[in-house]
């Protein structure tokens, strides 16, 4: 198939890419670089079956050849980057939604939105199924990334029912693994660049809300199986083991230090922080007879590993830019509207 993905560039997005061109797939990647990074695609840059479009999804693409499936990734992802560019993160969410629906709508091609366990708020039922409607809060920090994405899910169920587009929902719960960013702002990163920088570990409020994580190659690969079936509701992909934040960031000390008793530091609580956060697998077990093999213990010392490298490699090569890929990337062209809708 030839695959659009929106945000390629990105943590998520880039592993995306790296399956899919392993699977045979001809890959258009579409990143504004936002958040996203060149780098993350650098080990890609001869491969042929790979281009690199720089274009903000915010704004109508004009492709050139066939699209079979379209896989809307595109948006900041962590509180610090979507607080950072609200208004970009509400624009992705609705237009950029509805521009690549367009796209996939124009192609007759299948369609993928990645949603958020965030669409579920700070939820009051736990786990949460996907039948849960959510507690959220429209107009507070973190509802432009929230409200940006359950309009997102509305608008894709609207062109499946109003258009007959053939799409899918994944609802992604907190995925770590190597190309995180390590100033993203998520707990994961956060807490491994401390440790490796021997600073004290900064946990929100008294650390005892939980999170679940999920590997990224597990991730990836229930996404795919998502892919290839036939099923138009949400359906979360993430990872049911539930750790606080607290035990997080002593397990990080033990990999990194060897040691759980340096500094933690406790800081005052976002405002709207979830206090618990556990995804219901059931739908995805039964659906996509997937669920994670790999335990957080067991994912955070490859992605130690990879942060550990990554600081090194900062120190003695040159940071990459958009500049660097010249053969790979290319520039968007705009679409109209009948293509766009």
Not at 257 to 279: V, Y
Request: with cysteine.
């Amino acid at each position: 198939m030839r695959i659009l993905i929106t945000g390629g560039a990105g943590f998520i997005g880039s592993h995306l890419c790296d399956r899919l061109l392993a699977d045979s797939h001809e890959v258009a990647c579409v990143d504004n670089f936002i958040t996203g990074k060149p780098q993350n695609l650098a080990h890609l840059k001869t491969n042929q079956r790979l281009s690199l479009i720089r274009h903000d999804i915010s704004k109508p693409l004009e492709l050139g050849g066939p699209i079979d499936y379209v896989l809307h990734f595109a948006s900041p992802a962590s509180p610090r980057d979507y607080l950072k560019f609200p208004i970009q993160t509400l624009k992705v969410g609705s237009l950029g939604t509805l521009n690549a629906l367009g796209i996939a709508k124009a192609n007759r091609a299948r369609f993928m939105l990645a949603s958020t366990s965030e669409v579920y708020g700070d939820p009051q039922a736990h786990p949460q199924p996907e039948t849960y409607w959510g507690h959220v809060n429209p107009i507070g920090p973190r509802g432009v990334y929230d409200e940006a994405k359950r309009f997102a899910e509305a608008l894709t169920m609207a062109y499946h029912r109003e258009h007959g587009l053939d799409t899918r929902i994944a609802r992604i719960f907190n995925a770590f693994g190597p190309r995180m960013r390590i100033d993203d702002g998520r707990a994961i990163p956060t807490f491994i660049t401390q440790a490796l920088g021997g600073e004290p570990l900064t946990v929100f409020g008294d650390g005892s809300q939980t999170r679940s994580f999920c590997y990224i190659d597990d991730l990836i690969e229930g996404i795919v199986r998502l892919m290839n079936v036939t099923y138009h509701d949400p359906v979360n992909l993430g990872n049911a083991e539930e750790w606080t934040i607290l035990e997080l960031a002593k397990q990080v000390l033990k990999l990194v230090n060897g040691t759980t008793t340096s500094r933690i530091e406790f800081r005052p609580l976002p405002a709207d922080d979830p206090k618990q956060r556990k995804p219901d697998l059931t739908l995805a077990k039964r659906l996509l007879n997937w669920q994670p093999r790999t335990s957080l213990i067991e994912g955070l010392p490859q992605t130690i590993a990879w942060f550990r490298e990554s600081s090194l490699k900062s120190l003695t090569t040159p940071q990459m830019t958009q500049k660097s890929l010249p053969a790979l990337l290319s520039e968007g062209q705009a679409g109209t509207e009948t293509q766009k809708r």
